[in-house]
């Protein structure tokens, strides 16, 4: 929300325009600034959320489990040095928003494509490292693949991530507020995703409940109403079915008992003759 909060106030301020047009430079680029910590920390926040459910999912995995702090460890120290190159880009840093103060400023394009590349392979390693463990869980086989395809559509997310990392060599310390409009766009598409994603594996009862009218858990639907009439209406038409089914067993065996009869009747009589 501070990050969407932040990219209203940089539109009042003049994004969009060209910096010549802008009538309060300083403040335009405290708020990117502020705004590029705030998508920093969005997106460690939704990865860690994933990994957490991970995490109470297959914890008992050991290797699985130091997997999730290898990739923990990778995404703290990726935003932590994302953080402090935005915060710090310029020497000193009122220089980022006065071009007129001596000093230098880093290679802005450079700065960002790299924790980029490193942030879009976190997000394809955070959806790709459960997969193995889903994948061999013991149920039904188009249950496996309704819980695959859910872990799946994640990827939305790695998709936002790589187009914002290729738009971001758009970036310029020169005509910020025009260069930096697409970049700081899909920084807030890339993240408001990532919370969907993450929290798509635990939206099932949501579905059943769509679907069905009400969700049960396992041991919820051994008590409720309607899961009992649905089974025992399930279960007395399988019993109709078997009935009718053995009805016509008996009927086609009494027949054929009947025939069998007959000719030995026949026979009997001929016998007699």
């Known amino acids: 929300m501070g990050q969407v909060a932040l990219v209203l106030y940089v539109v009042h301020l003049g994004a969009g325009k060209h910096v010549i ?71 000193p840093v009122n220089k980022a928003w006065d071009p007129t103060v001596p000093g230098s400023c880093v290679d802005i394009i450079l700065a960002a494509c790299i924790p980029g590349a490193i942030n879009v392979l976190t997000d394809f390693i955070t959806v790709l490292l459960p997969m193995p463990l889903v994948w061999g869980l013991q149920m039904r086989l188009n249950r496996k693949i309704q819980l695959v395809a859910i872990f799946l559509l994640s990827g939305f997310v790695c998709i936002a991530s790589t187009y914002r990392t290729v738009i971001v060599k758009r970036l310029s310390h020169q005509d910020a507020s025009w260069a930096d409009v697409d970049p700081a766009i899909w920084a807030v598409v890339e993240n408001a995703i990532g919370i969907v994603s993450a929290s798509l594996p635990t939206m099932r009862p949501l579905y059943v409940f769509l679907v069905r009218g009400h969700y049960c858990s396992v041991v919820e639907a051994q008590h409720c109403q309607r899961c009992t009439a649905r089974n025992s209406k399930e279960s007395g038409s399988t019993s109709a079915e078997s009935s009718e089914s053995r009805g016509r067993a008996n009927d086609s065996y009494s027949s054929e008992t009947r025939i069998v009869e007959k000719g030995d009747a026949k026979v009997a009589t001929a016998e007699m003759v």
């Open 21 to 91: 047009f802008l009538h309060d430079i300083p403040a335009y680029a405290k708020s990117i600034i502020a705004m590029e910590c705030l998508y920093c920390i969005g997106t460690a926040s939704f990865k860690f959320s994933a990994l957490l459910l991970f995490h109470r999912i297959f914890g008992s995995v050991p290797r699985f489990t130091a997997l999730l702090w290898s990739l923990a460890v990778l995404i703290i120290a990726n935003n932590v040095a994302e953080i402090f190159l935005s915060v710090f880009q310029c020497t």
